[in-house]
Every structure is written in structure tokens, then in C-alpha cells.
């Protein structure tokens, strides 16, 4: 090929390459502004009506969730069938508790990065954490003091796409945020244990703000592990719990159970007895992957394939669908 | 531009001051491949964690277990493909075939719709071609610049090929924000762009090939192994392992940074970025320093700068200080080891021979990341930091000694 010739190629590849490239970028423009329009228009405006609570606050006895397109929504607990009522966040993840909401959202950029935005009662930003990576778990313990968050953190390396975990605890009374909670000494079957690979993920707290349970991953084992927020220490008590999650009662969790290494049923909810340690698996047999919550003393839910689900949570009955095109589902008490 | 395949005119000068720029034009259309595919696999590889997790809300901890697996079929790919770039004297092919499969997994990742098993093996056919290219174009671009300036032709290989990787994820960023975070756009872009690069090396990039080997030039694989009996060559192979060996991922390096420097959480992603425009900086003149001062030298200096990281990171924590030492690290050993390696190894061999020495000491990084989290386990990060300082002094010593001549 001539010089001329093969520069004539070239310009010519890169104007059907660039073409294909601006044109399927444009199309793919054109078609989320357009599926956005549909999608119900939610604003701070819309968020204000018909809550049965000001400024878009939510009351006790409501069911809140993240809509498909993000948008958080309640629904009164004993209808969640009624229509969706936004509150007028958008969020990746959401919890709320005792008149404390946090909502965790991604900033994609050429860097991506997110922000646990933390509001009060009437959902006004009191203060705004700004992580590395990707959102993953969110929870408030029950009085609303203590808020805890997980996110996947990329940055580790520019090109191997390794993943690990970030878990951070904010004190809302101290204002005292901890953002990667790898330092706490723990105690692993006994022994005080260091390691590099060391990652948290899932915490859920009790009702004493100080007692919480989270799941620590080391060693290619995960294991359920037991915290104290004022003494700084934690300890392992069993193997292969992920995502705990403590009864409103505080004595049992509920937790995904690795039960295969066949990524379409790889996790089973299951619960955990504290005061026997007996586990029981729930009646769910699909593969979740979420952090439960619990809707009432015996019921949990939790996101799977697009909508939450409820099952009980003592091993009985069948799960049903309970609110569809949702997740992050969280009960008000 | 420099094109002559020897470096050397027809009566035997040098053409050109050594202070000139030009590179030759072969290693400046590899660059061009390197620069481009870059920007494409780096697309991926900025928008796939929130692909997976918030689009198709998959857990990411369910893809770092074939981690140790893809390794593994990675480096035997590697070693053979390197083998058969030489065994048919066709390097350009089989980088050719490397750049074109990576580029076939863009769409097939959105084919692969929320199948785990389906993205997981997309991920590692793309892994598998980036470990087939690798040698084959490191061969051409030692085969295409004059044995004395391979400093410089690798510096600026890796100089392009870094720009690409900074470039990536920005470009992945305005096709999100330009279409509301359409990640099938980005795949279609970046596959676009995948494609360029492929014809790019097609059109632009000119094999260097050898007599097909007759009798007196063996290309089995035996006789690539047979490469390590040369003294000088194993020499290299064993001391780049040992190195390797004492060498702590960037990964452990930036936590430590997070941990000890009190860098913000938000600005984690950033310090990987740090690195590259250090490395993307320095790649260029480190390389010609190499070519006036000595490969080995230089090649021992960036190990130097890595233990001075570690150092600063034991001490006072400066993440300006340790990004630039670690950017300083790569532009003083990665494109300088294959120059080093180059001119021992036969033309006819030279594939073989590059792929066994990067694929020993991938092997040695794997195990090294074994090891320092093994220390770490037992003794805790300080230490653990400060035995591989103190190996990496070791090796660096052991290393003058034992690579002296070649210098």
C-alpha cells in the first residue's frame, strides 16, 4: 500500500468508526432523556404532597424504598400496594432510623466517588462524607445516632480491577466519622489476628449504639463478627455470615449464607439465633444478595431480581413480592 | 524519521546526533496502537466496577476468585504465544490477534448481559489477549530501534501507552455524562476505538521478520527454554525475579498511603492516577538516560526509587513523594528491562525470550504479594513494609554485582 493510500484508509476507518461511535452515543442519549420523561417526574415539590408528613419527611409505619430510577418512596406499611410516595432524594442506597436518614450516592466521573449524604428528621442535609468507590450497604442504628456505611473501593490499582470493601461509622452526637473501619483490632477465633486483605462490609447496630455486627472477610473466609464501638475492638463468633442484620428485639440476625459457588445461587438468607447460635435457614431459596432489613418482628425484606421481597424470618411460610421495582427497602417505626 | 532496520547508514555512522528525538517510526506506530487501545480498555475498565455493581447489581467480591486461575492460563498463553510468534516469525500476527480479541470482548461484555459466568470468562479472554500481545510487541519494538537508543524506544512506548491509559476514563466519563449513563454506549465507543487500534497496527506496523529459522536456528519451545542457558540472559531472568519478589503491590502501597498519609477518602482513586503522570513523565527521558548511563544502572536506580518510597512511606507518609518515587520506579525498570533484555536475545528467539521474562516475573509479583501479606499477617504492616525494603536493598546490591558487565 502506498503512503497516500494507506492514509486514505485510515481517514476513512476513522470516519466509520467515529460515525458508528457519535452516532450510537447519540441514539443512546436521546433514548435515556427519552425513558427519563416517562418515568414519574419527582421533585421536592411532589415529594411535599400527600406524605402525611412535612416537608416530605417520613412518619412512623411507613415502608420506604429506592424506585428503579433512584428516587426514594414510601408506601404506608400496612398497603404497600398504594401508590409510591417520593420524598424527594435520590439515592444508591438508603436507610433511615430514629429521625436519621442516610442516602448514599454514586458521583460516577473519570474517577468515581461517593457521598453519604446524612439528613435530619424533616430530611435536610446535616453533613455531607465524601468516600472513594462505589455504594453497597447503608444502615442507621435505631435511635438514628449511629450510621454506618459500605462501599466498593476500585482504586486500587489503575488496570487489575480488584475490589475491596470500605467500611466507615459516622457518630452523629460526636460528629466523629471513622471512613474505613480496617484499623479496629480484632480478634479472630481467639487470637488477636493482622492482616493486609482484611475487608468489612454490612454492619448493623444495636440498640445500644455501641454493640454492632458486621461481616469481616480475610483469607478468602468471611466471618460474622461482633463490634464494640467504645472500646474499638471486634471479634470473630462464626464462619461464612455475610450482611447481618439484628432484629428490632436484638436477638437474632438475619444474613446471607454462602451456600454455593455458582454465582446464581451462590447466597441463602438464613437466620442466626444469638442466644443459641442456631441457624435456620429462611423459606427464600432463591440467591439474594442484600443486606435484609426487617419490616416487622418476624417478617424480613430484601431486594432480589428488581423488587423487594418479604419472607418470614423464622424459616416458615414462602416469600412473596412485596413492592415491585424497588430495593433498598426500610421499615419506620 | 528514523526507518532503517539496522540503526546504521550504509557506510556504518550513526545517522543522527544522540541528542535528536526521532524515534523510529515503527516504534512510534506500536506507541500509536498502545495509545489507542489504551484509551479503549481503560474506558472499560473505568466504568465496569459501577457497571457491574449499580447497573446490573451484581457483588464484585463474586469476580476476584478467578483471579488466581486467570493468571495462571494467562501466563501459559503468554509463553506460547510468544513461542509461535517466533516458531512462524510472525510477531505482528500474533500481537495482532491479542489486540483483536480484546477488542471483540467490548461488545461481547454487553452480550454477556448479568451472567457472572459469562462476564467473568469475557474478562479473562480480554486478560488473555492483553498476555499474548505483550511479548510479541515488545519484540518489535526491540527488533526496530538501533540496539544503543532501546531506552528511549521503549521510554516512549511506554510514555504513549501510559497518555492512553490517563486518557480512558476521561473519555469514558463525557460519553456517560453526554448520554445520561448509557454504559452500552461507552462499550461501543471504547469497541470503536478497540478497532482503531487494531487496523492501526495492520496498516501501520511492519513486521520484523527473520528468515524462517532452517536447521542451525531452532524456534521449539525447548530451545526457548534453552534461552536460559545463556548466562547473561538467565543472569537477567533470576535477578528481575528476585526483584519482583521483594516488590509490594501498588495496591498494599496505596492503602498504606490512605492509612498513613491521611489522604481523604474521596481522593483514594486519585493516587493511582498520581503515579501514571509521574511514569508518563519520566518514561521518555528516563529511557535515554538509560541508553548514555547504562540500562543496568538505571534499571537498578528505579529499585532504588522503589525503596525510597517505602521508606518515605515508613517515615514521614508524603503521598507526593512516594507517587512520584513509584512513577520514577516504572519509567527506570519496565521498558528498561526489555532493553536490557533485548540485544542477548537471537532475533529469531527473541519472542520466547521476552515472554519468559515477563511471565517470571509476573510469577515472582503474584508470589511477592503472597508473601508480604504473609509478613504482614504475622508481624503487621510496618515490618512488613520494612523487610521488603530491606530485600529490595539486598537484591539491588546482589544485582550490581551479578549484572556489572552488562551494564
Known amino acids: ?333 | 524519521m528514523y526507518i532503517s532496520a539496522n540503526g546504521r547508514t550504509a557506510d556504518g555512522t550513526r545517522p543522527r546526533s544522540r541528542l535528536s528525538w526521532a524515534v523510529p517510526g515503527n516504534v512510534l506506530a506500536l506507541g500509536a496502537v498502545s495509545l489507542v487501545t489504551d484509551v479503549s480498555s481503560e474506558m472499560v475498565t473505568a466504568v465496569l466496577p459501577l457497571y457491574l455493581t449499580l447497573f446490573l447489581g451484581l457483588n464484585p467480591l463474586q469476580f476476584g476468585l478467578l483471579d488466581g486461575l486467570s493468571f495462571g492460563v494467562t501466563a501459559l498463553v503468554r509463553l506460547a504465544g510468544g513461542n509461535l510468534a517466533d516458531r512462524w516469525q510472525r510477531r505482528k500476527l500474533v500481537a495482532g490477534i491479542g489486540y483483536a480479541l480484546s477488542a471483540l470482548c467490548k461488545p461481547a461484555l454487553l452480550a454477556a448481559g448479568g451472567s457472572v459466568t459469562a462476564l467473568g470468562a469475557v474478562i479473562a479472554v480480554d486478560r488473555t489477549g492483553k498476555g499474548l500481545r505483550t511479548a510479541p510487541r515488545d519484540a518489535l519494538i526491540s527488533l526496530s530501534a538501533p540496539p544503543d537508543e532501546l531506552g528511549r524506544a521503549f521510554g516512549t512506548h511506554r510514555a504513549m501507552d501510559t497518555l492512553g491509559a490517563l486518557l480512558g476514563p476521561l473519555v469514558a466519563f463525557a460519553v456517560l455524562t453526554g448520554t445520561g449513563g448509557a454504559y452500552d454506549a461507552v462499550f461501543v465507543v471504547s469497541f470503536c476505538v478497540a478497532l482503531l487500534g487494531v487496523l492501526l497496527l495492520v496498516m501501520y506496523v511492519r513486521d520484523r521478520r527473520a528468515p524462517l529459522p532452517g536447521t542451525g536456528q531452532a524456534t521449539s519451545p525447548r530451545a526457548a527454554l534453552g534461552l536460559l542457558r545463556d548466562a547473561a540472559f538467565l543472569r537477567v531472568c533470576v535477578v528481575a525475579a528476585a526483584l519482583g519478589l521483594v516488590t509490594v503491590g501498588d495496591a498494599f502501597v496505596y492503602l498504606l498511603l490512605q492509612k498513613r498519609g491521611g489522604i481523604g477518602a474521596e481522593y483514594f482513586p486519585l493516587l493511582s492516577i498520581g503515579t501514571a503522570a509521574a511514569y508518563l513523565l519520566l518514561a521518555v527521558p528516563v529511557g535515554r538516560l538509560a541508553d548514555r548511563l547504562g540500562r543496568v544502572p538505571v534499571f537498578l536506580a528505579g529499585h532504588a526509587a522503589l525503596a525510597a518510597a517505602y521508606l518515605v512511606l515508613l517515615g514521614p507518609g508524603w503521598p507526593v513523594a512516594v507517587l512520584a518515587l513509584l512513577g520514577a520506579f516504572y519509567a527506570a525498570t519496565d521498558g528498561v528491562l526489555m532493553a536490557v533484555a533485548g540485544p542477548m536475545l537471537p532475533a529469531h528467539l527473541r519472542t520466547s525470550g521476552m515472554a519468559l521474562l515477563q511471565t517470571g516475573q509476573a510469577t515472582a509479583r503474584l508470589l511477592s504479594s503472597a508473601l508480604f501479606g504473609a509478613v504482614w499477617t504475622v508481624w503487621g504492616s510496618t515490618w512488613g513494609l520494612s523487610v521488603m525494603a530491606a530485600g529490595l536493598a539486598l537484591c539491588v546490591l546482589g544485582t550490581w554485582f551479578a549484572l556489572r558487565r552488562h551494564s
Open chain 1, 1 to 333: 500500500m502506498t503512503p497516500l493510500r494507506r492514509l486514505t484508509v485510515l481517514l476513512a476507518a476513522v470516519a466509520v468508526l467515529g460515525g458508528t461511535a457519535a452516532g450510537y452515543t447519540a441514539w443512546a442519549a436521546r433514548r435515556d432523556t427519552a425513558a427519563a420523561s416517562v418515568s414519574a417526574p419527582v421533585t421536592a415539590a411532589g415529594a411535599k404532597a400527600g406524605d402525611g408528613a412535612a416537608g416530605g419527611a417520613p412518619g412512623a409505619g411507613r415502608l420506604l424504598f429506592r424506585t428503579a430510577r433512584g428516587q426514594v418512596a414510601g408506601v404506608p406499611q400496612d398497603d404497600p400496594a398504594a401508590a409510591p410516595v417520593p420524598l424527594g432524594l435520590t439515592c444508591n442506597r438508603f436507610s433511615t432510623a430514629g429521625g436519621t436518614s442516610v442516602c448514599l450516592v454514586a458521583r460516577p466521573g473519570a474517577l468515581v466517588t461517593t457521598d453519604a449524604v446524612i439528613l435530619d428528621r424533616s430530611l435536610r442535609e446535616t453533613r455531607r462524607i465524601k468516600l472513594a468507590g462505589i455504594p453497597n450497604r447503608a444502615r442507621v442504628s435505631p435511635s438514628g445516632r449511629m450510621v454506618s456505611w459500605t462501599v466498593f473501593v476500585t482504586g486500587d490499582s489503575y488496570s487489575d480491577g480488584k475490589f475491596s470493601t470500605w467500611t466507615g461509622i459516622l457518630d452523629t452526637r460526636t460528629g466523629y466519622a471513622v471512613t474505613n473501619i480496617e484499623d479496629i483490632p480484632l480478634t479472630l477465633n481467639g487470637r488477636r489476628y493482622h492482616a493486609p486483605d482484611v475487608n468489612y462490609w454490612g454492619v448493623t447496630f444495636a440498640a445500644d449504639d455501641n454493640r454492632f455486627y458486621a461481616t469481616v472477610a480475610t483469607g478468602g473466609k468471611t466471618y460474622l463478627v461482633e463490634g464494640d464501638y467504645g472500646r474499638w475492638r471486634a471479634r470473630t463468633l462464626r464462619e461464612n455470615v455475610e450482611c447481618p442484620s439484628l432484629s428490632p428485639d436484638g436477638t437474632r440476625l438475619v444474613f446471607k449464607k454462602r451456600v454455593s459457588s455458582d454465582p446464581r445461587r451462590m447466597w441463602r438468607l438464613h437466620l442466626l439465633e444469638l442466644s443459641t447460635m442456631k441457624e435456620t435457614p429462611l423459606a427464600e431459596t432463591a440467591n439474594v444478595d442484600d443486606q435484609a432489613a426487617w419490616l416487622d418482628e418476624r417478617t424480613v425484606m430484601y431486594a432480589r431480581g428488581g423488587d423487594v421481597w418479604s419472607v418470614p424470618a423464622d424459616g416458615s411460610g414462602a416469600p412473596v413480592p412485596l413492592v415491585r421495582g424497588a430495593s433498598s427497602p426500610v421499615a419506620t417505626r
